[in-house]
């Protein structure tokens, strides 16, 4: 599933960035859809492509990932991770099991980049219990 932090616009004076078109600002929101609903127990890939010219440390809770290529090229050494540095234009990878119910955040972790819309919404659910 490919995510893409993207700006929005400088126009505006609280959402800055987006998110798949989405911002979500400040604490979150509650109530806000989920970007994805991931299957609990299975094993996800996600690619990340930063579609902006600055440079954006994606943070995911609850979760270990190991990036699998950046820009098309495998990444040698597959270390766990829970924050992947995206430069500029960046395509990334990432893959992980899905082993924990429930709502996570996957953010850029640059606190105004957060605050101001680089951030979303995970959540992982069993078949069932997907909305
Ligand atoms: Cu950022």
Excluded: Y
Excluded at 30 to 52: V, Y
Excluded at 70 to 96: K, Q, S
């Amino acid at each position: 599933m490919p995510i893409a932090p993207n700006v929005l616009t400088t126009d505006m004076a609280q959402a800055i960035w987006s998110i798949n078109g989405t911002s979500m600002t400040g604490d979150g929101h509650a109530g806000m859809a989920p970007l994805l609903t991931l299957g609990r127990g299975k094993t996800h890939l996600i690619t990340m492509r930063n579609r902006t010219a600055w440079w954006h440390p994606m943070h995911l809770h609850g979760f270990s990932f190991r990036v699998l290529t950046r820009n098309g090229a495998a990444v040698p050494h597959r270390r766990w991770a829970d924050t992947v540095l995206m430069a500029p234009e960046d395509t990334i990878e990432i893959a992980f099991v899905a082993d924990a119910p429930g709502d996570w955040m996957l953010h850029c972790h640059v606190t105004d980049h957060q605050m101001t819309g680089l951030m979303t919404v995970l959540r992982v659910a069993d078949a069932e219990d997907r909305r």
